[in-house]
């Protein structure tokens, strides 16, 4: 049971991995169409799906092929890395979109 649920993630980071190229596609298929791409979403649209569908790949592959345990360590290292870069980049997307909506005017309210 628990190999079928080791291999039900690799199989859904592989279907992130086909979101995210398939998003690509649609994405220049739009452009080529003379439609102008979404730069705000391309990171969610794009970008997410492939990291995460690469950390989930990465955390299960190596020990459901048996790898040697150094192999293992260093897949894991590799994966936790991609999953800090995730955050990070997830971060600057969120602080890039709320400074978008602020008021770039100068108004200010006033201080009590």
């Not at 391309?42 to 040697?68: D, E, I, K, T």
């Amino acid at each position: 049971m628990l190999r079928f649920m080791d291999w039900s993630v690799v199989a859904m980071g592989c279907v992130l991995v086909l979101l995210s190229l398939a998003s690509r596609w649609w994405e220049r298929t739009e452009v080529r169409k003379g439609r102008s791409p979404d730069q705000g979403m391309r990171f969610f649209g794009a970008w997410l799906p492939l990291l995460v569908g690469l950390g989930l790949v990465g955390a299960r592959m190596p020990s459901l092929l048996v790898a040697p345990h150094p192999v293992i360590m260093i897949a894991d290292t590799l994966d936790g890395a991609l999953w800090v870069t995730v955050l990070i980049l997830v971060l600057r997307a969120v602080r890039r979109g709320t400074r978008a909506r602020s008021p770039r005017n100068g108004w200010a309210p006033p201080r009590p």
